[in-house]
């Protein structure tokens, strides 16, 4: 299935063949593409170099995938139990060496599932980042520190078929994916007011 974005500008092609399905098959992703998936977090940036970023990684069939799957809402459970891979991110708010809250964290740990996924988009993998998972019951059943939040959890996996998910998460699953034009985020001067690397017509 192909829903590659159609865009005006020519850019890289994992851009623009990622999206988030929830249609997964069920067949495991492999070690290595895992590995990768991690060391590409591993090499995102962040602000003063804090890499404030943890992941606790569940496989299908495996203690951690239960127990991640159990945090999530209702909803992501109808479709996330096909996914071969749950990831959970963590991330710390206090700076290494002292007390100080970090405060770009949320976007440290954003950036580096970003790279995450695509990484996966290169290895042939389909990633949906989900918000909707119980943050309090995720931190008591992992013994999350104090000092780091559940921040997201993320489900990987090769792309399966939209028929095995509820009528209602199908029409999105074959959907054309639709983004805001430049012209209604990119601005110079003032707020609001349309950038002039944009043609006005």
């Not at 851009?15 to 590995?35: G, N, Q």
């Not at 890499?51 to 109808?78: A, M, R, T, Y």
Request: charged share 30%; aromatic share 12%; with cysteine.
């Amino acid at each position: 299935m192909s829903k590659e974005a159609q865009t005006d500008y020519k850019i890289h092609e994992l851009l623009s063949k990622r999206w988030s399905p929830r249609a997964f098959d069920e067949r495991p992703v492999e070690k290595d593409k895992i590995l990768r998936m991690m060391e590409a977090a591993r090499w995102s940036p962040s602000s003063s170099n804090q890499q404030p970023w943890n992941f606790v990684i569940g496989e299908k069939g495996n203690e951690s995938w239960d127990k991640i799957f159990d945090c999530l809402i209702e909803f992501n459970q109808k479709w996330a139990k096909f996914a071969p891979l749950l990831i959970l991110s963590v991330g710390r708010h206090n700076m290494i060496s002292k007390d100080n809250e970090n405060r770009y964290y949320k976007y440290d740990v954003g950036q580096s599932v970003a790279h995450m996924t695509f990484q996966a988009t290169e290895d042939g993998l389909f990633v949906h980042q989900m918000a909707g998972f119980d943050k309090k019951k995720a931190r008591m059943t992992f013994d999350i520190p104090d000092d780091y939040d559940a921040l997201s959890v993320v489900a990987v996996g090769y792309i399966g078929r939209p028929e095995i998910l509820h009528p209602r998460m199908q029409k999105s699953e074959i959907a054309g994916r639709e983004r805001k034009s430049l012209k209604e985020f990119l601005f110079s001067g003032k707020f609001g007011e349309t950038s002039n690397l944009i043609d006005h017509e």
